[in-house]
């Protein structure tokens, strides 16, 4: 019996230390992650909630709000009862299931669980975690040189070890926007925000190093909001139009040291102004997201209200490329490229509403609450959530369903500094 009460009296700090492994693990992806959330989650089940579970949801709307960002997973669930491939549904089922249990443990743990230093804590972890991850991607980089005298060991997927340059661009917005944050709280001696600002330019330049089209717009999102916050919200006009410059010179002189990121940057633009619709294949990237999204919206418009089915998705989008004769998406069975065009394909008008619903209304609850984080870490998946379909892998569906629910958890303890 006073094992069992130890147990008991131990168990959320266990459950802390293990999402704390789970921060850290997160940006280097792989079996070990997926490890952790089944360890989280079998702590969590021993005991929901560690608290009051019908207070939470009696006294915290909160929670209840919480717990409706499962709801996208239900309808995922739910379009396995139209689906012709089940293999692929099941798949797919699994890869999407952070969707469901971190809203469910989340919504259902007490409050008292993660108090704002814990929070802090998780957070750095997280941070450290994608510097350890770059650091290690670094050393491989250089191995790589070693051994081919090649300059592209520093660039694009040669440089992302262990993950696509999108997703690795991603988790590092993310570690620059809660740096900027810990930051502005100014809590710590200038030794500390020193080291700070430098982790924010190797971060910068890192991803520029990735060459992810989607990562530099995010980055540049994260830091021109962060100078209207200055700006407007913190009066400090001299800070905010000496970041914005920053800004500037950074990408000026990122143009002249790093010409092939560039170069991705202008063929980008090409292809818009130059699309031709009568092309069905091409090796540029844009090109070809082009093509992608207009096979998307054909399937759509033929689906609108059911969609094809949570497991006939790839299927519908390899049958349309067949029959556009677009062999290169076809051979590499490329999927929609914006996950917004992927779920409507998959569940039709209903998944759709429900992924934008839970960004707008999300969004206008973190302005409410003045949480820069979370707004910033909605604005960052929005903006790669229109380019890639994030929620088809875990490096994207982990990132986005733990953080969504655990920033919306501790939404006052996160408030924009006054």
Known sequence: MNILQKYKSLRPEVYFYLMLVFALLMPFNGLVVSYSIGLIFLIWLSGPGFGNVRGSFRHGAKHWWILSFSLLYLLYLAGLAYTRNLTY?????QTKLSLLLF????????DAVFDTKKTHTLLRTF??????CTLTCLIHAFIQYFASHSKMAFY???LSWFQHTTYLSMYISFAITLLFYFLLLNRMSKMIKVLIILLIVYFSVFIVLLSSKAGILTLSLVMFVMAFYLLFFRRRVILGISLIGSVVLFFLLASFLFPNVYSRIERTRKAIENYDSGVRNSEESTDARLLIWKSAVEIIREHPLSGVGTGDVKDALLEKYNEKGMTDALSHQLNAHNQFLQTGIAIGLA???????MFILALIYAIKNRNIVYLLFLGINAVNFLFESILETQNGVVFYAFFNAFLFYKIKELRWPE
């Not at 549904?89 to 089922?93: I, K, N, T």
């Not at 941070?127 to 350890?132: H, M, Q, R, S, T």
């Open 156 to 158: 694009y997927t040669n």
């Open 89 to 93: 549904a099941g798949e797919d089922m």
């Open 351 to 357: 998944g759709t509403t429900v992924l934008l619903a």
């Open 103 to 110: 809203p469910l443990m989340l919504s259902l743990t007490d």
């Open 127 to 132: 941070i450290a975690g994608v510097f350890l």
